[in-house]
């Protein structure tokens, strides 16, 4: 018997945050295409990135590795393009494969995309208006730049339809939109530019978070309203006469309005691509997947940006829907990883999984399975100390369903990107269930001193099995705390 292979069409954006997404009940905006997905698959919400960072995370959803493994630590260590990726090993198998839209691992000859019989992307982080895009000269050596006019996420989605236009519609395929919205800095399209306007989009409850009780390195990081440049992040000029606490709030709405204009664009865009789909009868036999990178903070704990292990960056939304094996409207609560994602892909596509993959594909779980030995926890690592942006120290984790420990080693061990000096390591603790918002470090608490020991295991175990290496000095000064027992 031959099962019909399924199409793919992955959907990822960047920096969109599951909380900016109404499907995930957003305070903030409505996305009626993407709650079309979710009402028709399965949402899931407990899905992390092993690295909240562009560039990395990239990486890890295309090989299903963790960045110490497949190179991509840092922003400015771009991918060699001879890495196993799951769009080669569909095209192999006799996907038809394309990529439109934001790469972000590189260009040139060691790091163009490949894997795909057609690519379209923006070089780097690309612009949101009349960009320049990259595609492969006809001779096969090299690229050329090609001019457009229009608004970069209506672009990617044009040329994603016209492909899939001029398919041959014998043989699957496997469809890449990769968006470069809503990354900063927030640009919208001309036709969202009054959306909003006259309304207060409501603070988050965090907004005004103190930061009391966290490692002095987080307490130094530069993500706060303040730190937005009102040039290119807020277009505007600052008021006259406000008040401290009133100039970070009108720099949030500013802010928060912008990012969610350009997010309606990605909605309309996933509407076009959801009609198509509809329109020549492929719904049923089609993965349709929406993702972002990473997530996001907006203005939680009085941020913008990323690279945290906190929830709000760590968390990426993740909606699937394939009517032929996931019940429409369902919610998952399990753990999946970016790095889980290839592996998955690829079991739908029926192709065979490399054996350097290491995550563990989620099939199960779409059917509505929960494997018995399924994770309980993950991984986590951010390399890049003292990013020139936001001065985000270096620092490695593990999270279970109940608690979160962080241990900033604060070093740049020499990465591509990341700044000296060290700093002293810090570590912290967060209990998940009696502070969902991991507003209170609670790791200097000695009542706390046995779940730090049972962390500290899970995080040796989990560094052990990906094969990652602990950081000698900030592991002595756990050791010192736990001493203290
Ligand atoms: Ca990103």
């Not at 780097?124 to 208006?129: K, S, T």
């Not at 970069?152 to 939109?177: G, H």
């Not at 530019?193 to 130094?220: C, L, N, Q, S």
Request: charge should be negative; charged fraction near 25%.
């Amino acid at each position: 018997m031959s099962v019909r292979r399924p199409n793919f069409v992955f959907v990822m954006s960047d920096d969109h945050a599951a909380h900016a997404i109404s499907a995930y009940g957003s305070r903030i905006n409505e996305t009626p295409n993407l709650d079309r997905i979710a009402d028709g698959g399965m949402r899931f919400d407990a899905c992390f990135c092993t690295n909240s960072i562009c560039t990395p995370s990239r990486a890890a959803l295309l090989t299903g590795t963790y960045n110490h493994v497949n190179g991509v630590t840092t922003l400015d260590t771009h991918m060699d393009n001879r890495l196993d990726t799951y769009p080669k090993r569909m095209q192999s198998a006799g996907y038809q494969t394309a990529v439109f839209g934001k790469w972000h691992l590189g260009h040139g000859p060691e790091h163009d995309p490949t894997g795909f019989d057609r690519w379209r992307v923006l070089p780097g982080q690309g612009h949101y208006h009349n960009p320049v895009m990259l595609e492969p000269r006809a001779d096969g050596r090299g690229h050329d730049v090609v001019e457009r006019a229009g608004y970069v996420t209506d672009l990617i989605t044009d040329d994603s339809i016209e492909w899939l236009d001029q398919r041959d519609p014998d043989r699957p395929f496997a469809l890449m939109v990769h968006h470069k919205a809503p990354h900063r800095t927030w640009e919208p399209a001309r036709r969202h530019f009054a959306m909003y306007d006259g309304d207060d989009i409501p603070e988050p409850d965090t907004f005004w978070d103190d930061h009391d009780t966290r490692a002095d390195v987080v307490k130094a990081i530069r993500m706060s309203m303040m730190d937005l440049d009102p040039v290119v992040d807020l277009k505007a000029t600052v008021p006259d006469g406000l008040t401290d606490d009133e100039e970070i709030r009108w720099r949030y709405q500013r802010y928060i309005k912008d990012y969610l204009r350009v997010i309606a664009a990605i909605d309309e865009s996933v509407g076009r691509l959801l009609d198509w789909l509809d329109d020549h009868g492929l719904a049923d036999d089609t993965v349709v997947v929406y993702t972002s990178d990473q997530g996001f903070f907006l203005g939680d704990h009085g941020w913008f940006d990323k690279r945290m292990m906190y929830e709000e960056s760590l968390a990426m939304p993740f909606l699937v829907r394939y009517p032929a094996m996931v019940d429409a409207g369902t919610t998952c609560d399990e753990m999946i990883l970016n790095v889980d994602v290839a592996p998955t892909f690829l079991e739908l596509a029926g192709v065979d999984v490399p054996d350097e993959v290491q995550g563990r594909s989620f099939v199960p779980l779409l059917a509505g399975e929960t494997p018995a030995d399924w994770q309980q926890s993950m991984y986590y690592r951010y390399w890049m100390h003292r990013d020139g942006a936001h001065d985000v120290p270096a620092h490695y984790g593990v999270r279970t369903k109940t608690h979160k420990l962080i241990g900033y080693y604060n070093d740049p061990l020499g990465q591509e990107g990341a700044r000296g000096p060290a700093d002293p390591p810090e570590w912290e603790l967060y209990d998940l269930v009696a502070d969902p918002a991991e507003l209170h470090n609670v790791i200097g608490d000695r009542a706390n001193l046995g779940i730090v020991r049972e962390l500290r295991g899970e995080l040796r175990r989990l560094q052990d099995e990906v094969g990652d290496d602990p950081h000698t000095a900030a592991e002595g000064v756990l050791d010192s705390l736990l001493a203290a027992e």
